[in-house]
């Protein structure tokens, strides 16, 4: 039909003009109409994404933007804010308290990686090599994860009982041990509260273990066994290799996690005793909630935007590190 | 050979299916299976003591008169049983006005959080507006702002709204919508829609199917599984969420469980204390046990997600 049409004016214009609208959104289209807009399912777009906008501006977006206000203000809630430069963060830095802060925050981040980090992936290895009852384990290994963590601290708080009929203590006692002071005692406090938060939170990193180690390709293991290699050679060689990334990733998530301990000091030992427990968070909320003179929210806030940098930092540092470790 | 039986009845499943670390001929050697065979029965073992052990406990002190808690609480039922602690924590200490605190606030949070997580990951997946990518990264970004550090701004403007003048204290509202802000649930949900099968829901369009029919007859319904899991981890979030109705729920008669244990605590005998700490814990661990497999599989997806 088209072969045997002369080529008319009418015909090049309209080739010109459908090349104009072809090009015309990458131009710019200029103004829309309204009502153009609607139909073009603009308004169900911002309809959809109404609730989520809403909610987040009010309850994400505009807290972080009020937090870095927060802390260069003086705020008491009842008169005005006063602008007041970085007086927050210095009064926080020279707060004797916050070195120790920062000292037990370590501590328990350093201690939670020794206990916590090698057994839920020791757990895992072994947990997906059981030919039967499978499910049984991971329901065991988890179940901790679903108790209320503060049903968890105050039911380990009885079993800390310090009295020689204490829960642990008894346990001790079959194996011939004297009775311990737990978190009665500055020195055994923070690494009782680890154990706990160790029970508590190991079952999580064994599920994301196992869900890692069913992604290890398969032919990997039969070529190293091809190899001649024994069990812990592949293990070395082809299991912790492919699960780098996830290992990775699961320490950066608990480094963050136990940088925000809370619950375990504020319930096990208000920070107690002599300050053994004290941590960021908690000292945080003692800055806000816990000062019965008058809430310094200026502080607070000083304190929560140098531990969110901080962590921002950690987790960038990290995410080369690994970008680095996996392009090798 | 007792072991014969076992391994006959996995064999079909072993060698269908993709063979793990320990390949079927070193499973011949006895060695291997002996080693973890032995390493099997500990970890069971070790698994049903450290997880397992506490919350029997809690159960078997549920039901123990106080004074034998006290004086041996490794003893099973030394002087008989005390079903009294159940119904004196349900009734006197108020375990069940709490224990419908905290199902309202859950189920609440529950709502909000579905609501925005479907409706924003499904404008974002499906609808596409072109703002859509500054939003996705301004939601990412929040991922990175733990949520216990906003704790001081979003109680300033809880109790000191902007626009609106009253405070948000003792308002359910109060601990329903800034949970309902999770940016992981956003992005979980997104990341499904993602995935559900383009051809669909272009045939739909053609078809004459407007959004809003296409968001609930079609992305919804083909969407179940993701909803169960974001589902599950809202509820148990919310059921688990201790600092946050502390700071903004004041009024006990209003307060969740988590909130109210500490302070039971200080005014009950042990028997009936630990009765209230069990009585907690029935609802999650019955609903875990019963959607175990939504359970595993969210958890092990949110370390892809995070990954």
């Given at each position: ?55 987040f501006?009010?309850?994400s977006?505009?807290?972080i ?44 981040a350093?201690?939670a990686l020794?206990?916590g980090y090698p057994v839920p992936l020791?757990m895992a290895?072994?947990?997906s ?9 991971a329901?065991?290994a988890y179940?901790?994860v679903v108790?209320?963590p ?47 938060s160790t029970?508590a939170n190991a079952g999580s990193t064994v599920i994301i273990y196992l869900a890692a180690l069913v992604g290890v ?22 299991t912790l290799p492919q699960m780098r990334t996830v290992l990775l990733v699961t320490m950066i998530l608990q480094l963050i996690g136990t940088a925000q301990v ?45 531990l969110v940098?901080f962590l921002a930092v950690f987790s960038l540092i990290y995410l080369r590190a690994t970008r680095a470790w996996s392009t090798? | ?112 959080q579905?609501?925005v997580a479907?409706?924003g990951a499904?404008?974002l997946s ?9 939003i996705m990264a301004m939601l990412l970004t929040t991922l990175f702002v733990p949520a216990v550090v906003l ?28 949970e309902?802000a999770s940016a992981f649930n956003v992005v979980l949900m997104k990341r499904f829609f993602d995935n ?29 599984p993701i909803?169960g899991v974001v589902s599950i981890f809202a509820?148990l979030a919310?059921?688990k ?53 939504s359970f595993l599989r969210g958890t092990g997806l949110s370390g892809a997600l995070k990954g």
């Open positions: 039909m088209s072969a045997g049409e002369q080529i008319t004016p009418e015909l090049q214009d309209r080739v010109l003009r459908t090349r104009a609208a072809a090009q015309a959104p990458r131009v710019r289209t200029g103004r829309r109409k309204p009502v153009t807009w609607v139909k073009q399912g603009g308004l169900s777009k911002l309809v959809f994404l109404l609730p989520l906008l809403l909610v501006g009010a309850f977006w505009y807290p933007v009020r937090l870095v206000m927060m802390a260069l203000q003086h705020t008491n809630l009842v008169q005005r804010a006063a602008w007041v430069g970085l007086s927050n963060f210095s009064e926080v830095i020279h707060d004797p308290l916050f070195p120790i802060a920062v000292r037990n925050t370590a501590e328990f350093g201690l020794v206990f020791i290895v072994l947990i090599e059981v030919r039967s009852w499978r499910g049984l384990y329901v065991l179940l901790p108790i209320p503060v049903v968890a601290v105050l039911l380990w708080k009885t079993f800390y009982d310090a009295a020689s009929n204490g829960v642990f203590n008894t346990m001790l006692g079959w194996a011939g041990i004297g009775p311990q002071q737990w978190i009665q005692s500055p020195t055994q406090a923070m690494p009782s509260l680890v154990l706990e029970w390709n398969r032919e990997l293991y039969e070529a190293a066994a091809v190899d001649g290699a024994g069990l812990w050679k592949k293990l070395w060689h082809v809370f619950i375990e000091p504020y319930l096990f030992t208000q920070g107690g005793p002599a300050n053994a427990t004290l941590t960021v968070m908690l000292l945080i909320y003692n800055y806000a909630f816990g000062n019965s003179l008058g809430a310094s929210y200026g502080e607070a806030a000083a304190l929560s935007l140098m940098a090798q | 050979m007792s072991a014969l039986p076992g391994r006959r009845k996995q064999h079909p499943r072993n060698d269908s299916g993709p063979q793990g670390l320990v390949l079927a001929n070193d499973w011949r050697r006895p060695s291997v299976r002996w080693g973890l065979g032995t390493a099997h029965t500990v970890l069971l073992l070790l698994l049903a003591v450290i997880g397992l052990g506490p919350v029997l406990w809690l159960a078997k002190s549920a039901i123990t008169p106080t004074l034998d808690t006290i004086t041996t609480p490794m003893a099973l039922f030394p002087h008989g049983l005390d079903w009294s602690n159940l119904s004196t924590a349900w009734s006197n200490v108020d375990v069940g006005l709490y224990m419908r605190n905290t199902v309202v606030i859950a189920i609440g949070s529950w709502a909000f579905m609501v479907t409706t499904y404008a499906a609808l596409r507006p072109k703002y859509g990518n500054v704790l001081v701004p979003l109680y300033v403007e809880v109790v000191h709204p902007p626009f609106i003048h009253t405070s948000f204290v003792n308002n359910y509202l109060a601990v329903w919508l800034p309902s559900l099968p383009r051809e669909i829901l272009e045939a739909a369009r053609i078809d004459g199917c407007g959004s809003f029919r296409l968001f609930y007859a079609i992305v919804l319904p083909m969407s179940r909803l509820l919310s059921w969420d201790y600092l946050w109705p502390l700071l903004v729920l004041g009024n006990p008669n209003l307060q969740p469980l988590s909130v109210r244990l500490p302070e039971i605590e200080q005014f009950t005998p042990l028997g009936v204390f630990l009765a209230a700490l069990a009585l907690t814990c029935v609802v999650p661990i019955v609903g875990f046990l019963m959607f175990q497999r």
